[in-house]
């Protein structure tokens, strides 16, 4: 028996959820350096995919994965830009609140955490940016949009 997860539309099996996935993998980044070189990206294209920002943090981080991806911004660079954002007292809204995005949950995913391979570092890395580059490109439409007016 197989379930389909609601938001990323993965398929995953009953022992199986993206949760447990995302953990199994993050465990081996945190455990080997050739799987975290990719951290930064896997991460917020969990995140993303499966809507677990509030509205601004999602679009944060959006940014910051196509800085990452296409302007070869490094994860030490984005934590000097976005320390005043990010790190002090001075936010006033906060990455995990509830309110979402509710556009993000009606997009078809082209690739998802079921498609990394991660039995070797290699591929891993690889299907990682892939995923990465693949969630810019299916976020592109609802971006465009966005009522900007009541998100500012
Ligand atoms: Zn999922």
């Known amino acids: 028996m197989y379930f389909r997860c609601k938001q990323c539309g993965g398929i995953f099996s009953l022992n199986e959820t993206c949760k447990d996935r995302f953990n199994i993998t993050q465990t081996k980044e945190f455990e080997n350096n050739e799987y975290f070189i990719v951290h930064h990206l896997s991460v917020p294209s969990y995140m993303l995919q499966h809507n677990n920002y509030s509205t601004k943090g999602w679009l944060l981080a959006r940014e910051l994965l196509f800085q990452f991806i296409y302007n070869n911004l490094t994860p030490d ?66 971006v465009k949009r966005i009522n900007w007016i009541k998100i500012v």
């Open 77 to 142: 660079q984005a934590r000097k830009q976005n320390r005043h954002i990010l790190d002090n007292g001075n936010r006033k809204w906060n990455l995990n609140n509830t309110q979402k995005l509710t556009e993000v949950e009606r997009i078809k995913w082209s690739f998802t955490l079921w498609n990394v391979r991660y039995n070797v570092a290699e591929e891993y890395c690889e299907d990682i940016k892939h995923w990465a580059r693949s969630i810019f490109e299916d976020t592109k439409e609802i």
